[in-house]
Structure formats: C-alpha cells, structure tokens
C-alpha cells in the first residue's frame, strides 16, 4: 500500500504552474450548455463562470485520432502526420494501423516532462506504446491490450500495477462480443445493447475517477494532469437519437434509460470532473477540452465509391462484381468477431498481418484498376479519395500530366453530387489536399479530402458500397428498422468539428481564445510557463521521420487484430 508522498496540491518542485486538462472525447456545447444553466453540471458551470469557454474548431477530419494528436503536439495533420486510424501504404492498396510510432512532433507531456514538471496522463488516444514521461501516461482505449490490467498500456508498469490493483484498472473500453450493435445479431440483441451500455459507461465513468484519484496520491505533487473521458463520445454515438427528439432516426418508443443516457453521462462527468478537480487543486489552472463535437445522423448513408462508378472514375471486376468483398468481409468478420477473444488472438498469432491484410482486401479488392482513376477508402473517419496516379499507386492509371485535370474535375463532380429526389447537395466541401493541410506529411492523406453535408443539421454517414445491391445506389435512405446504426448503417451520433474549450484558474487568461484545437498545448503550456517555441519553421518541433521519443515498434499481427477489434465493436470501422 502506498502512502501519499505528498498532497498532490502542495508547492511544485519545479517552480512551474500546475495545470488540470480534463479532456471530454466528443463533448459539444449543444449538450452541455442547457446542462450547465439548468445547474446539472455544476462544476463545469462553476469553471465557465470563474474564466471563459468558447467553441473549439477541431482538426479536419474532425475525428479522435488527428485531433487528440494535435492537441498533444501544437500542429495540424500535415505536420504530426496522424489522419486516422488508419494509413495507407504508400503506393500499395493496403492500409496499416496508426500508432503512437507514427506521431511526429513532441507532445505536451514530453515537454512539461523535460521542464521538470510532474505529469499525469490518463487514457488519451492515439499514445500506444505509450512514451516515457516524468510521471504516468496511460494509453487510451486503442490500445491493444486485451485486459484494462495488462501494464503494457503504461509508461511506468510497476506503478500501473501498483495503482490497479488498488482501485482496479483504468477501463477498456471493450463492449463484450454480445454487446456489439451489429447487423450479424437479431434485432432484440440490438435494442438490448442499448439498454445495457449506458450502466457500462456510467460504471467506466466512476471508476476513471478512482482511478485518477488514486494516481494523484500515488504520484504525489503533479504539475500536469490531463485526463481522458471517452464516455461522452460514445454515448453520443449511440444515444443522439434518444437524446434528441428531433433526430430523424429518433425511436418514440425508447425507454427512460435510454433517452437520458446522453444527460446522465455527462451529469456523471461533471461530478467526475469536480472530484477530480477537488483533489488536485482548486487554485491551478484548469482547463475543459473536446477533440471535436457531436452531433445527429441523417437517415441517409452514402457510397462514395458507388459514386465514383457512376461517374465512370471507377470500374469493378466483372467477375468480382459484390463477391469479393462480401467473401473477404466474411473471413474478416468471422474471426473478429465469431471466435472467442482468445481464439481470434490465436489466429492472428497464425496469420501474420491478418488485420491490416484483411481491412486493406474489404477496402481495395474488387477494383479493376486498369479502368479505375478515382477511388476511396470509405472510411467515416476520414472521408476522402485517391487518385489512382501512375507512378504512385501499384496498378496506377492516370498519367501524372492527366493529375491536376482528374482531380479537378473530380473536385466539381463531387460538389455537384445531390441527394435524390431533388436534394441538397451530398458534398459541403471537396478540396486537394495541399488546400487543406501543410508540413511534411501532406502526402499521407487523400487526393481529394471531402467533408460531407449537413441535412437540416443532421449529417449523412459514409459507409462502404455493398456491391451485391446495386439498387441501393450511391446514397441510401435507411429503412425504420435500421435507424439505430449498426454495420452499413453508420451510427446514429456522428461528429461535428466544433468542440469544447473552457479555461479557468491561474495563468489560465491568455488561453482563453484559442482559434482551433491546434493552438491549445501552447496555451496550457504558456500557462504553466513551459516554453514553447513559435519562431522555428517547423514550429511544433522535430518535425521529421521519427515518432515521439522512445516509441519505435510498429504493432504486431496479434495488436493490430485487437485494435481493428476494438474499432469496429465501437462503430469506428465498418
Ligand atoms: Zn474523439
């Protein structure tokens, strides 16, 4: 049992402020707001009312993994280089998974580290393997670990160890194989995830709150802690349409439990968050931080590669027609998903690169590339196409001196994309990359990255094209019983690329108004006087080929299964 060193509030040993970054994955105003004046979240209220909070511009794409990445690093995509989950593989047909490894530019937690300063950090996406700090980092729920135990998720095991087996582990987020909300199970399955989840998020919300009580005793004076909820994001994603009774795929049939759990998880985040706050400190800066917004779904899911094929950009094997991907989607899923964890574990151990080998088949095979200038992954997460450039891509087919037309004339194609029957447009914005992003690693995203439009504030989902129908054509309007998302069906929350930003407390006023997410490690550090500099060129720092100090090894087959597992039993992957 250990004692407590030191009262987490006592004076710092490096003559640094102390800070408190409580981070809400996917946490928006619209909720919070009417929450927070009806005095159900009274400690953000009080926060808000002692300094400023503001809307926060999220990255583009508004998405977990480029936006924490920033947050971390002080840069945008094209400079730390994390898009997504995924990457694909420079000139192959394939993708891999992102990992911490990936990240270039030195986070936050690195520099407060190297200033002396004592750091927490619990739970934040896209730091697996975690890197060295002066203090705790634990990875987020990508992590590949199979239990919340496993010390692997940590930069200190031992200490890892010796605080979970105290109060238990820091949750993994894993919603057992039952639990998924997915085509595969009956509709009674489904409906009894929903029921079900929101007492697993609430669990997951209070005991994330001992356990960062309990690391603050561990670690003693602490001059940063940053600490990650995910529950805000993922209640958004299944809950939005009980939550909101506008949504068009909202169920009046929902129970009480249901309909509150949007509210209940956040009312349960801003006691969290006032313990947490308790303990660490009253007097320190503290700050309120979200990736990105949330938001409704429409009723309409999108086939961006359908569109492309209508558009003659993409052509399809004959033979393969809707065969190859539902046969590699089979193999895929019956081992994630239909073997027990341990089995699937097994196979992976088997078929080296499984994961990856199989997410890249669903994405690319099919393609007759000989006919095919445009294509894209269809991801969500990261809606975008390429160009399938000779040169570049393996089986590439447009000649560089055709580059700039195609991508042009792409570019217009997609704005003029309607939905049918006379709709609005399908496309808000469709840009080149170089328009959207700067730094060195421009080239790890899409030609032509697009951000899809709002429906009377709703936003449709991109999911991959079924090609065995083609009469769903290349935008599909769900029928009732599809309404609360499952696979090929999006998720009945989405994201919206504005966030949350409230700054509070000591030093905490020159951080008050960030212009987006990137701008928001500088002000935390500005306000903890750790120097960050701004004159370089490359101002985030060692911008280059390597990732954060200390993390090196790519994932193995048997890591990369559990991540894609663990994406797709939350809706990330289709
Ligand atoms: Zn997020």
């Known amino acids: 049992m250990s004692s407590r060193p030191g009262s987490p509030g006592a004076a710092p040993r490096s003559g640094l402020r102390r800070a408190l970054v409580l981070a809400l994955d996917g946490a928006t105003w619209d909720v919070a707001e009417p929450l927070m004046a009806a005095g159900r979240m009274p400690n953000l209220a009080a926060l808000a009312a002692a300094g400023r909070r503001k809307p926060l511009p999220s990255t583009v794409p508004p998405m977990t993994f480029p936006a924490?990445?920033?947050?971390?690093?002080?840069?945008?995509?094209?400079?730390?280089?994390?898009?997504?989950?995924?990457?694909?593989?420079?000139?192959?047909?394939?993708?891999?998974?992102?990992?911490?490894?990936?990240?270039s530019g030195e986070s936050l937690f690195a520099r407060v580290s190297a200033a002396g300063g004592r750091v927490l950090v619990l739970g934040m996406p896209a730091c697996h393997p975690p890197e060295p700090v002066n203090g705790l980092l634990v990875?987020?729920?990508?992590?590949?670990?199979?239990?919340?135990?496993?010390?692997?998720?940590?930069?200190?095991?031992?200490?890892?160890?010796?605080?979970?087996?105290?109060?238990?582990?820091?949750?993994?987020?894993?919603?057992?194989?039952?639990?998924?909300?997915?085509?595969?199970a009956a509709s009674a399955e489904r409906a009894a995830f929903h029921e079900r989840a929101r007492a697993t998020l609430l669990a997951r919300i209070a005991r994330k709150r001992d356990f960062t009580l309990a690391a603050l005793d561990a670690l003693g004076a602490v001059e940063l802690a940053v600490v990650v909820f995910a529950e805000s994001d993922t209640v958004a994603h299944h809950y939005w349409r009980d939550h909101d009774p506008h949504s068009p795929r909202h169920d009046p049939g929902a129970?009480?439990?249901?309909?509150?759990?949007?509210?209940?998880?956040?009312?349960?985040?801003?006691?969290?968050?006032?313990?947490?706050?308790?303990?660490?400190?009253?007097?320190?800066?503290?700050?309120?931080?979200?990736?990105?917004?949330?938001?409704g779904a429409s009723r309409r899911v999108v086939h961006l590669n359908r569109f492309l094929a209508d558009a003659g950009l993409l052509a399809r094997r004959r033979a393969a027609a809707g065969r190859i991907d539902g046969l590699a989607r089979a193999a895929r899923d019956g081992v994630v998903r239909a073997l027990p964890p341990r089995l699937a574990q097994w196979a992976f151990r088997r078929a080296r690169g499984a994961a990856a080998r199989w997410e890249s088949t669903v994405r690319f095979a099919g393609h007759d590339w000989a006919r095919t200038a445009a294509f894209s992954e269809e991801t969500n997460t990261q809606p975008g196409v390429w160009i399938n450039l000779r040169g570049r891509e393996a089986e590439?087919?447009?000649?560089?001196?055709?580059?700039?037309?195609?991508?042009?004339?792409?570019?217009?194609a997609l704005l003029a994309w309607r939905l049918p029957g006379g709709g609005g447009p399908v496309v808000a914005r469709a840009r080149p990359r170089e328009e959207v992003y700067e730094g060195p690693f421009v080239e790890r995203a899409p030609d032509v990255v697009v951000e899809l439009a709002l429906e009377d504030g709703y936003a449709h989902s991109l999911v991959p094209t079924p090609w065995n129908r083609p009469a769903n054509g290349s935008v599909h309007t769900l029928a009732?019983?599809?309404?609360?998302?499952?696979?090929?069906?999006?998720?009945?929350?989405?994201?919206?690329?504005?966030?949350?930003?409230?700054?509070?407390?000591?030093?905490?006023?020159?951080?008050?108004?960030?212009?987006?997410?990137?701008?928001?490690?500088?002000?935390?550090?500005?306000?903890?006087?750790?120097?960050?500099?701004?004159?370089?060129?490359?101002?985030?720092g060692d911008v280059g080929d390597r990732g954060p100090r200390g993390v090196a090894a790519p994932y193995t087959a048997e890591e990369e299964a559990q991540v894609a597992a663990r994406l797709r039993a939350l809706g990330y992957i289709e």
């Open 139 to 184: 990875s987020g729920f990508d992590a590949p670990v199979s239990t919340g135990s496993d010390p692997s998720r940590a930069s200190d095991p031992a200490l890892y160890r010796d605080i979970a087996a105290r109060v238990g582990p820091w949750m993994t987020p894993d919603l057992a194989a039952s639990d998924e909300p997915d085509t595969g």
């Open 480 to 540: 009732d019983a599809e309404l609360a998302g499952a696979r090929g069906q999006g998720m009945n929350g989405t994201h919206r690329p504005e966030g949350i930003w409230l700054a509070s407390g000591d030093g905490s006023a020159s951080a008050a108004n960030l212009a987006s997410i990137v701008d928001a490690a500088p002000a935390i550090a500005r306000a903890m006087g750790v120097p960050w500099r701004l004159d370089a060129p490359d101002a985030g």
């Open 396 to 412: 590439g087919s447009v000649a560089p001196a055709d580059y700039e037309r195609v991508r042009t004339e792409l570019v217009d």
């Open 68 to 103: 924490w990445s920033s947050f971390m690093t002080g840069v945008g995509p094209g400079r730390h280089g994390v898009f997504d989950f995924t990457q694909k593989e420079p000139g192959a047909y394939r993708v891999r998974f992102v990992h911490a490894g990936d990240r």
């Open 255 to 295: 129970g009480d439990a249901r309909k509150s759990a949007v509210v209940d998880v956040y009312t349960a985040l801003d006691a969290a968050c006032g313990e947490i706050r308790a303990r660490f400190g009253a007097d320190a800066a503290c700050f309120v931080v979200s990736d990105h917004g949330a938001g």
